[in-house]
């Protein structure tokens, strides 16, 4: 998967400027990964609800 993250970044990138996302949402978008979850056993395990919250 990682070496699918700078399409996947390119990508996210032109959406969020079509959408018209502000820069924390693109990089909240792009860095969900890191910031919101965490590694355990070769697989993530995320916290959606610290991002549903975030927004709210």
Not at 24 to 50: G, T, V
């Amino acid at each position: 998967m990682q070496q699918f993250k700078p399409i996947i970044d390119e990508l996210d990138r032109v959406l969020a400027q079509h959408y018209g996302f502000t820069a924390e949402e693109l990089d909240d978008l792009i860095n969900y990964d890191i910031k919101y979850c965490r590694r355990r056993d070769n697989e993530y395990i995320c916290h959606y609800s610290r991002v549903a919250n975030h927004y709210t």
